[in-house]
């Protein structure tokens, strides 16, 4: 079992001078290798069919809306699954949030806790360009929380990759990308592309209600 991680957005609260309104977590699930492969294999040959290169990379935010939907469509074939956390910054009113170790601990937990159940002696590869804070606190929570004495092996080995090297952490950035955009209700593509992969959608958990 393969689980690849991406995140959006910072654990910042000074909004209007910078700080994102949300902060977002995707978790992308292949229970099958094989299936992972595939999927790789088709973003890669996806590549030169929009860029005409294979060192290009997708990125949610960098893509135009033909290339996300393009992008989604297909790897929709595929069988993989997501989670997702969606956290609206705006509402947290916890002291506690203020810091971002605290912040990024609260999280860890609600994004692998919703997963947890579909969890067998899985390698998470986590994004080595993403957020080294989140990423860290991420690291530990992994350790301490989800590999419990009285539990199964959840988690058999977490690792770190680089996106432009790993199309499996880019298609985890355009699932993050499709479940952040569906919340910003001012855009007119805000239900687009997560209404392409909603099959494949477990569980996106907005918090605070």
Not at 2 to 28: C, M
Not at 38 to 48: A, F, P, S, Y
Not at 93 to 101: A, I, S, V, W
Not at 135 to 144: E, I
Request: proline content about 3%; glycine content about 6%.
């Amino acid at each position: 079992m393969l689980v690849f991680v991406d995140e959006s957005g910072d654990a910042g609260l000074k909004f209007g001078s910078g700080s994102s309104d949300h902060f977002v977590v995707a978790l992308i699930i292949f229970e099958d290798d094989d299936e992972a492969n595939l999927t790789d294999d088709r973003i890669q040959l996806l590549k030169e069919e929009v860029f005409s290169s294979q060192n290009a990379e997708f990125h949610f935010n960098k893509c135009r809306p033909s290339v996300r939907k393009r992008f989604l469509e297909a790897v929709m074939p595929y069988n993989f699954f997501y989670f997702g956390v969606i956290i609206n910054k705006r509402k947290l009113t916890g002291e506690g949030f203020q810091y971002k170790e605290s912040f990024y601990k609260y999280l860890s937990g609600l994004v692998f806790e919703n997963a947890k159940p579909y969890l067998d002696r899985a390698t998470v590869i986590l994004d080595g360009s993403g957020s080294k804070d989140f990423r860290s606190q991420l690291q530990r929570y992994l350790k301490k929380r989800i590999n419990s004495p009285n539990s199964s092996e959840k988690i058999k080995k977490v690792k770190i990759q680089d996106s432009k090297r790993n199309n499996l952490i880019q298609l985890a950035d355009m699932v993050c990308g499709a479940i952040a955009r569906s919340y910003k209700k001012g855009k007119k593509d805000s239900e687009d592309y997560r209404r392409i992969i909603r099959p494949r959608e477990i569980n996106v958990q907005r918090w605070p209600k």
